[in-house]
């Protein structure tokens, strides 16, 4: 990950002591500049320029007329001065960018169409600070370190801290496609580009797939370049078909699989499909409890946030073992399920959206008064109906949260005394339904996709593949999420996407004869972890989140009784249900811990 930092404003600052403590957050080695009130630092391979009055910074690997360039910057001042706050509309590719104009006392600040980048600002009447993180951007005098409460409940309902919070209360992120434009004070923000998703339904599926086939091929021969890359396997769609491409167009493809010597999570076997099918050279790994034990204080000090996804575990030690081989580039299959219609959830909650369909008269005049009849409760199959129903009425996404692991019990048992105090415990749902009520579409599948876009993908799994690859000495980099392909997929209408209840018909359809049938035909599964039998069974681990459980409990976050609960259930019942509660704790204590929080 490539980062920036810097601001405007603020000209009591002594700017080089600012610069010092924004990138004193940062491991790699730094470059400033002080161009008059601006004060702007690089890690990196962030490219700047300046012409006049203005400034142009841009990080990622952003493409202009579809390859990358060696003089980003320059580019970017010359689409500014030509359109303005459309400029990013003029980019592709992963990137983060910032122009400051010294006459105007202003920045602009967007984000790549994904999110694939990042980007964390404070804006204040007195000035604009930003940076790639929000450590960094904390860490300038004039922001400030306070912990939000806000964004700790937020992160116990999303397993991290999505934008356009941060942990940082003074903090803010932007969104993907997002831009900010800050002058004298004054703060407007937009979005500079949409998905436009289709809603009809198509009858050219041979002409589709074969633009298809090609926007793939393209994909990652743009993702490629003329580096020397290896790739990500699972044995899972994504991955296999990003691999079995890269080597269809290279002649050969190294790829790294991660395997787990646990009931239910090894998927290796699927892998050695893959890589007997396309003729791959594989490395293998078998994950070991002690590999978890070793990397918890690494994901502790690295990630500017907490975060908590577990499969960030299997993601560095693959990035790990391609880096000790001498490769510094990878290619991930994320996003596939995000665009294609691959999650599980989707085909789920087709079921409680066919209950619409029946008319409303016959379900609250005939349906509804039937699953209540008296006693109807001790009959099995009406305790369904009444909970389907229930289910059912419930609107998305807020049907969604139901299954939240915060709504196990009231929050008032969950959560301190006094913690909830001043909170809004609805903001996330609210965040939720603005992101699903944004998309260009009137499909709920649609709709769900668009919500996974950002809060799965942007906010979650290409946070934990960038953070982990970073750790390891490797640029990541997602043929899915090639702004073309992504754009072609919101042409896919949503019966394409979710058929029945069959996931991503269109993708595997499309692809099947390329693919095993073995990889197409099985369920879901990817770079899962055991931590939670691993916590139960082995003793290193289980002491360290004894530990961890026991000066958590002193933060008056959560009820030590709800703690107490929660290892007593793991310990007896569900190891793998409740371990993810437990990972979220230790993690969370690790990452403040590590910063003397």
């Known amino acids: ?25 940062c491991a790699a080695t730094a470059l400033s500049q002080r161009l008059h009130t601006p004060g702007l630092g690089a890690a990196s391979t962030l490219s700047i320029a300046q012409e006049g009055d203005l400034t142009a910074l841009i990080t990622g690997r952003p493409l202009f007329d579809g390859v990358p360039a060696s003089d980003s910057a320059h580019k970017l001042l010359g689409l500014w001065r030509k359109y303005g706050k459309d400029a990013p509309r003029h980019i592709h590719g992963n990137f983060a960018l910032a122009v400051l104009d010294r006459a105007e006392h202003s920045a602009f600040l967007a984000l790549d169409r994904i999110g694939a980048e990042k980007l964390a600002f404070a804006a204040s009447a007195n000035g604009l600070v930003f940076a790639s993180q929000v450590d960094m951007v904390a860490a300038h005098p004039a922001v400030g370190a306070t912990l939000d409460p806000q964004a700790l409940f937020n992160y116990f309902y999303f397993y991290q801290v999505p934008a356009p919070g941060s942990i940082f209360r003074a903090v803010n992120k932007l969104l993907p496609a997002q831009w900010l434009y800050w002058r004298k004070g004054a703060v407007s923000q937009g979005f500079y580009w949409a998905l436009a998703y289709r809603d009809e339904p198509r009858t050219d599926f041979a002409d589709q797939a074969q633009c298809f086939h090609g926007l793939l091929r393209e994909s990652v021969a743009r993702s490629t370049g003329q580096d020397r890359v290896a790739a990500f396997l699972s044995g899972g769609t994504d991955s296999s078909t990003v691999s079995g491409v890269l080597k269809e167009q290279r002649g050969e493809a190294r790829t790294y699989s991660i395997g787990f010597d646990a009931n239910g999570f090894d998927e290796m076997e699927y892998a050695r499909i893959a890589g007997r099918r396309f003729g791959l050279d594989m490395r293998e790994y078998y994950l070991k409890p002690q590999d978890i034990l070793d990397l918890v204080p690494l994901i502790a000090r690295h990630f500017d946030e907490p975060f908590a996804n577990e499969s960030a575990v299997p993601t560095y030690y693959c990035a790990r073992l391609a880096a000790a081989e001498g490769y510094r ?161 919101g042409e896919t209408p949503p019966d394409w996407k979710v058929k029945g209840q069959y996931l991503r018909w269109f993708f595997k359809t499309a692809l099947r004869g390329f693919l095993p049938d073995e990889i197409i035909d099985k369920s879901k599964h990817g770079f899962g972890l055991p931590f939670g039998l691993w916590a139960k069974e082995y003793a290193p681990l289980r002491d360290r989140i004894e530990a961890a459980l026991t000066a958590f409990k002193r933060r008056n976050i959560l009820q030590p009784a709800y703690i107490d609960l929660i290892r007593s259930e793991h310990m007896s019942g569900h190891a793998t249900y409740f371990g993810k509660m437990l990972w979220l704790i230790l993690t969370l204590e690790e990452w403040l811990a590590a910063r003397s929080l």
């Open 1 to 25: 990950m490539h980062r920036l930092a810097g601001w405007t404003g603020h000209p009591d600052m002594d700017p080089g002591v600012a610069l010092e403590a924004m990138l004193a957050k």
């Open 329 to 489: 580039v990878m290619l991930a299959g994320d996003g596939g399920d995000e665009i294609f219609g691959g999650n599980e959830r989707y085909a789920k909650q087709k079921i409680f959206e066919a209950y619409h369909l029946i008319p409303g008269p016959l379900r609250r005049g005939l349906i509804e008064p039937l699953a209540h009849l008296p006693g109807a409760h001790r009959i099995a199959p009406m305790r369904k109906l009444q909970s389907y129903i229930q289910q059912a009425n419930i609107p998305l996404p807020e049907r969604m949260s139901a299954y939240n692991f915060i709504y196990r019990q009231p929050l008032d048992e969950m959560f301190a005394p006094g913690f909830l105090t001043g909170l809004d415990t609805r903001q996330p749902e609210d965040w939720l339904k603005e992101v699903y009520d944004r998309a260009d579409s009137r499909s709920y599948i649609n709709r769900m996709l668009h919500l996974d876009l950002k809060f799965t993908l942007a906010d979650c799994d290409l946070r934990k593949v960038a953070g982990m690859t970073e750790i390891a000495g490797i640029e990541v980099r997602y043929p899915l999420l090639d702004d073309a392909l992504v754009e072609f997929s």
